[in-house]
């Protein structure tokens, strides 16, 4: 039945729901790039931080595409066309991979990457994945990656024909990186929202760098070869994947262009078709995160051999943070990945250290990377460091607290360190190396405990709770983030010389002081910040409290 209005006349429930649709069917792609731009405006105001940012940001991708274009284009001054087509082929390759990864390393910094901020809108599934492809590709980043693919008709293209076919060629090459960054995010963006799916990230990440470092592993291990015989193997390994097809589309040209053009079109629109189903599930399906989780009330190892205290206390909560926390894992794990690289790379490089130095170099630096987790331990308390107001009424209770975290950095990194000294004296020839380098490695670590006591008291900063494993520190501080982690870095290289240097040149005996020299400095170092800590305690909390 229908309803009276306000001058007394029916109005129609069909003409409502007909006067929706009429609305609903208005909202375009032009709504979700102002939507985006407003975003973006809207985040830039008010914080000069930002708003440099995002300057550096512009800046950044103006020389990228700058560069890129210019590199691209100059590609026709090549004596072999081939040449040209094969680069042509490996770059387009790396800016489709590009795009589907790093997206993945920047989830939880743009909304618009996460269906579910746009559920509940009345939208057709048609809509929003077109409403979402217009924001993706409105950015600086877009841009220029658009700028950079346009080189390569200046680089390869050849008569009007050539320029037409290569333009549509770019443009479907940059729709399919638009679409595939799309299709993995949307695919992976209830997972994401979980811990154990940001875990996985992290740890993926490691890989990624490790990957990167491949190629200078290869050439330091003598699998260099003729670079033009590697350049053409990748290119004929890559020929008939959308990206080759794309870059012989725009240099061949003629009806074999028509035909691989014809079949990157159909790749892009399944690629499509399969977002929008991704798109379409991710809005029915029920978010992960939300999910309660089982609690766990079994003591640790450490709990039951410490004896029941604070000691005890802090150091079981510090080990359940480094378990549940994946910014604490990518800091470890960068520093194993770090230390695994350097050993390789090092044992393979005949104008690097010889004899012990090749096991204790890499081991020292891990040590050096693994005491830099210790130099802000306040800060992933946040506000909640209030509540030791309550029980820390002295600086023992402040000593007390930082040997509690540092037990825990020590009870997982000791063995760490051992299992890569083994490693990089295996790596270096002899075994007998791991002894010292995992004695030198072990007191360096108790170095860096000590200088990251400091930092943590002098140099404290917020860490936000943010979705993105990469964040480590709040808007506003990451000068004071950088000075921290810098400078626990110099001041344990510093410090770690006296016991390093011997033993690094050959003096190997030197390793039985380095156990009891870091045990000393870490015991200093927490003597001197407990001091600090209670009587700067307000500075302190207000330091690690900032909005994120």
Request: glycine residues 12%; positive net charge.
């Amino acid at each position: 039945m229908d309803r009276a209005g306000m001058d007394g006349k029916p109005v129609s429930h069909a003409g409502v729901g007909a006067a929706g649709a009429v609305r609903a069917g208005r909202v375009g792609p032009a709504v979700f790039v102002r939507l985006k731009m407003r975003l973006v405006a809207g985040n830039l105001r008010g914080s000069t931080q930002r708003l440099l940012g995002f300057v550096f940001t512009v800046i950044a991708a103006v020389v990228v595409a700058g560069f890129g274009f210019l590199t691209m284009a100059m590609l026709r001054l090549a004596d072999d066309p081939g040449v040209a087509a094969d680069v042509v082929t490996v770059l387009f390759t790396v800016l489709l991979v590009g795009w589907a990864v790093v997206p993945l390393l920047a989830f939880g910094l743009d909304d618009t990457l996460d269906p579910s901020r746009l559920a509940l809108f009345p939208l057709r599934t048609g809509q929003l994945a077109a409403g979402m492809f217009a924001a993706s590709i409105t950015g600086v980043w877009p841009v220029a990656t658009l700028v950079v693919m346009a080189g390569a008709l200046v680089g390869l293209a050849g008569g009007i024909g050539g320029v037409l076919l290569g333009t549509v060629a770019v443009l479907l090459q940059f729709a399919l990186c638009i679409v595939v960054s799309r299709l993995i995010t949307t695919s992976l963006s209830g997972v994401l929202r979980t811990r154990r799916g940001r875990d996985v990230l992290a740890v993926s990440v490691i890989f990624v760098i490790l990957a990167a470092q491949l190629p200078n592993l290869l050439l330091n291990g003598g699998f260099s070869g003729d670079p033009m015989a590697m350049l053409r193997d990748v290119a004929s390994a890559l020929r008939w994947t959308p990206p080759g097809m794309a870059a012989h589309a725009i240099a061949d040209g003629g009806l074999p262009a028509v035909a691989e053009l014809a079949l990157l079109a159909v790749l892009t629109v399944a690629a499509g078709w399969l977002w929008i189903a991704a798109l379409r599930r991710a809005l029915v399906s029920a978010d992960a995160s939300t999910q309660g989780a089982s609690v766990r009330n079994a003591r640790s190892l450490l709990g039951r051999v410490l004896p029941d205290g604070p000691l005890a206390a802090v150091a079981v909560k510090e080990l359940k943070y480094a378990r549940r926390d994946p910014r604490g894992r990518v800091g470890w794990f960068a520093a194993v990945a770090v230390t695994g690289v350097m050993a390789f790379s090092l044992s393979r490089d005949g104008d690097g250290p010889t004899g012990v130095a090749l096991a204790v170099a890499p081991a020292c630096i891990g040590a050096v990377m693994i005491g830099l987790q210790a130099c802000n331990v306040f800060g992933i308390d946040g506000r909640s460091l209030w509540m030791n107001s309550t029980a820390y009424a002295t600086d023992r209770a402040w000593r007390t607290d930082l040997a509690g975290r540092h037990l825990a950095v020590a009870t997982i990194a000791v063995p760490l360190l051992t299992l890569l000294a083994v490693v990089a004296a295996f790596l270096a020839g002899d075994l007998r190396w791991a002894v010292p380098a995992a004695l030198t490695a072990w007191g360096i670590l108790g170095v860096g405990l000590g200088v990251g006591a400091l930092t943590s008291v002098f140099l404290p900063y917020t860490v936000p709770d943010r979705l993105n494993a990469f964040t480590g520190a709040a808007p506003g501080q990451g000068g004071v983030a950088f000075a921290a982690s810098f400078g626990a870095m110099i001041g344990t290289a510093l410090l770690a010389l006296p016991v390093a240097v011997p033993v690094l040149l050959g003096l190997t005996w030197v390793c039985a002081l380095a156990v009891p020299y870091g045990l000393l400095v870490s015991w200093g170092g927490r003597r001197i910040a407990a001091k600090a800590a209670f009587g700067r305690y307000p500075e302190l909390l207000e330091a690690i409290s900032k909005a994120a």
